[in-house]
């Protein structure tokens, strides 16, 4: 990574506005590659610190979940540095076997990819931004994007911030958070308790709806919005499971193509 020094263009003249095409995460063909802003990486960081006492909570009952399941100390943290993805992991385990076969393996695949298929979609919103980085640094990043990241780095672009710099900023503590204490959580087995009982469970569905107040542009396009959450509800109360989740997004993705605001 390439850090301007000192971020000296900041630096030296801090009333300046940030260029709108580097800010915004919106880079056209003929423009430089982004930079890394020590600034914004900092930012990033501290922009995610609200949203910790709920993963917190979440990744204790993941790596409870994985003792519980007979899983080894490696074999739980190699799950969580290579797939890091909270939800589908705890959907996995709560319906893991206890002996494998491929049909086995093929419906634990197939849970994970339906819970976190919306990663399609947060990941394509990221490419103007990531399009002009070396596959090293891109390839990287894509693996620990979260929705917590994902969401801070929009919000940062309507601020003028580094989208880039400001979510890797947020992944790392996220991916740092998340390893110690699914490690914690594994160590003290059936000792953690239910979330749930100290309302943690609330922590980050309650930093999603303040994170998403500052991209409200009016009532027409948070019609998508609402047809997505309709739909979420609808289809947890009625099927159960996970799926909800991909209902959602496609509801949300179809009600804003109809809608289909681009002047």
């Known amino acids: 990574m390439e850090f301007p020094p000192h971020d000296k263009a900041v630096d030296a003249a801090p009333d300046a506005k940030p260029d709108a095409g580097a800010a915004s995460g919106s880079i056209g063909a003929d423009d430089p590659p982004p930079r890394w802003l020590r600034r914004d990486i900092a930012r990033g960081m501290r922009m995610v610190l609200p949203i910790l006492p709920g993963m917190i909570a979440f990744a204790l009952a993941v790596g409870a979940a994985a003792a519980a399941k007979g899983l080894s100390l490696l074999q739980s943290v190699l799950m969580n540095a290579f797939v890091f993805a909270g939800a589908s992991q705890l959907v996995a385990l709560e319906v893991w076997p206890r002996h494998f076969t491929a049909g ?8 994970v990819a339906t819970v976190n298929a919306r990663i399609l979609l947060i990941t394509a ?3 103007p931004a990531l399009r002009h980085l070396p596959p090293w640094q891109v390839y990287p990043l894509l693996h620990i994007t979260t929705d917590p990241a994902w969401l801070i780095s929009m919000r940062a672009q309507r601020e003028g911030a580094s989208v880039t710099s400001v979510f890797l900023g947020a992944s790392l503590v996220l991916l740092t958070v998340w ?5 914690l959580g594994f160590s003290l087995g059936a000792g953690v308790g239910d979330p749930r009982r100290f309302g943690l469970d609330l922590v ?12 409200w542009r009016g009532a027409r396009p948070a019609i998508p919005w609402v047809a997505a959450g309709a739909v979420a509800v609808a289809v947890q109360k009625i099927f159960g499971g996970w799926y909800f989740v991909v209902a959602g997004a496609v509801a949300g993705m179809v009600v804003g193509a109809l809608l289909d605001d681009t002047d």
């Open 125 to 127: 919103s990221l490419q």
């Open 179 to 183: 390893m110690a204490v699914t490690t």
């Open 104 to 111: 086995v393996i093929a419906g634990l695949a197939l849970v």
């Open 204 to 215: 980050m569905p309650i930093f999603f709806a303040t994170m998403l107040v500052p991209l």
